[in-house]
Structures are given as structure tokens and as C-alpha cells.
T-cell receptor, first 114, second 115 residues
Framework: AQSVTQLDSQVPVFEEAPVELRCNYS??????LFWYVQYPNQGLQLLLK??????LVKGINGFEAEFNKSQTSFHLRKPSVHISDTAEYFC????????????FGGGTRLMVKP | DAGVIQSPRHEVTEMGQEVTLRCKPI?????LFWYRQTMMRGLELLIY????????DSGMPEDRFSAKMPNASFSTLKIQPSEPRDSAVYFC?????????????FGPGTRLTVT
């Protein structure tokens, strides 16, 4: 079984500042890793994914994440945030051999202030 | 493509009543997932169908919850009887045949309030 821990439930940050949202996972098998974004009153949208290959993955809206196998982490970063980035962000993991089931972290609310 | 369609978008009901949430997956998708989102527990997978067959229902909280998928284009999640602690946003998601987890497309959700 897998689990995902998002260490920060809320992250306040000023506009144009850099941000990092932390994600750690535990799993006994090889995994795929994902970040989703949820804007108010909407469903989840895929932000980026790590399936294989380069450990640095780039997603939409200027976000990127780095897979660190030794630290079992997949932190999300953006060098300069905008007000429109205010949303809930979810890290998720999937067992490579267990179909398409996703296990989600508790979410991090990113609050960008002017 | 209309995306995953869920109805109703909002549901307010009284404790003890039966509630039925509906989901229409994207045409051609053969896997369907029901999730529940609450402040306390975050996003939890309730049940997962593949080719209309329930594969994993270990996340269904108790016997008051049931889910069906009578055909490839429709699924229901029923709560009977409903309780205030069932208040949450319920999401449906689908993936295409042979797809990978990143191809899980989410619907807009149904916000359920049980008073």
C-alpha cells in the first residue's frame, strides 16, 4: 500500500515570489507520481506527472517538480507565482502494477497575496 | 468532448433520506472511479470499476453506500440512509482503455449536504 504526505496544509506567499509545495510518499513498489490542481468549485486537473525518465518534470502554468527516489519526495515548485495560482494542490501516487488507482495526499492550499 | 458529467451539482437532503449521485464518463473510457472529498479526510477513493465491473470497493465506508455501473456510459453512487457525516464533495473520474493514471479525467463534482 502507498501513502502520500503533504507536509503543509496551507502556504501563503506574495505574488511573484517563488514557492515550493512539499510531497513525500511511501511505497514498497515502483510508482508513478502526479500533481493535480483544484480551483474553487471545480474538479481536479492534472498539473504534471512523473512516469519515467528525467527526474525533473515540467507541467502547465510554469510549474515543475523533481522526483527524488532516495528521499521519496516529489516537491512542486514555481519560480514566480501569480494571483491566479491560488488553488488547492494535490500530490498523488500510483502503483505501476495496480491499474490506474491513485492515492492522494491531503492537499496544500496555496494562497497568493498581492 | 463534454468531459465527465456529474449530476446533480448540488444536493441538500435531510438525514435518513436516500441520495443518488450520477456520473456519465467520457465516451470510450472503460474505467470509472468514485472519490469523496472532505476537509477532515481529504480525497478518498471509494470504488473503482473496470469494464463496468467493480474491481476495488475497499474504500466504500459502510453498507449504506452502494455503487453500480449498469453500462459503459452510466454509474450511480447511492447512500441509504444518508447521515450528516456523509456531507462532502463526491467526484467521478474516468480513464480510457489502456490508459495510464495520468489520463484520469475528473468531473466537476457533486456537493452533498445532509442536514
Amino acid at each position: 500500500a502507498q501513502s502520500v504526505t503533504q507536509l503543509d496544509s496551507q502556504v501563503p506567499v506574495f505574488e511573484e515570489a517563488p514557492v515550493e509545495l512539499r510531497c513525500n510518499y511511501s511505497s514498497s513498489v515502483s510508482v508513478y507520481l502526479f500533481w493535480y490542481v483544484q480551483y474553487p468549485n471545480q474538479g481536479l486537473q492534472l498539473l504534471l506527472k512523473y512516469l519515467s525518465g528525467s527526474t525533473l518534470v515540467k507541467g502547465i502554468n510554469g510549474f515543475e517538480a523533481e522526483f527524488n527516489k532516495s528521499q521519496t519526495s516529489f516537491h512542486l515548485r514555481k519560480p514566480s507565482v501569480h494571483i491566479s495560482d491560488t488553488a488547492e494542490y494535490f500530490c498523488a501516487v500510483s502503483d505501476r502494477n495496480a491499474g490506474n488507482m491513485l492515492t492522494f495526499g491531503g492537499g496544500t492550499r496555496l494562497m497568493v497575496k498581492p | 468532448d463534454a468531459g465527465v458529467i456529474q449530476s446533480p451539482r448540488h444536493e441538500v437532503t435531510e438525514m435518513g433520506q436516500e441520495v443518488t449521485l450520477r456520473c456519465k464518463p467520457i465516451s470510450g473510457h472503460n474505467s470509472l472511479f468514485w472519490y469523496r472529498q472532505t476537509m477532515m479526510r481529504g480525497l478518498e477513493l471509494l470504488i473503482y470499476f473496470n469494464n463496468n465491473v467493480p474491481i476495488d470497493d475497499s474504500g466504500m465506508p459502510e453498507d449504506r453506500f452502494s455503487a453500480k455501473m449498469p453500462n459503459a456510459s452510466f454509474s450511480t453512487l447511492k447512500i441509504q440512509p444518508s447521515e450528516p457525516r456523509d456531507s462532502a464533495v463526491y467526484f467521478c473520474a474516468s480513464t480510457p482503455r489502456g490508459g495510464t493514471p495520468d489520463e484520469q479525467y475528473f468531473g466537476p463534482g457533486t456537493r452533498l449536504t445532509v442536514t
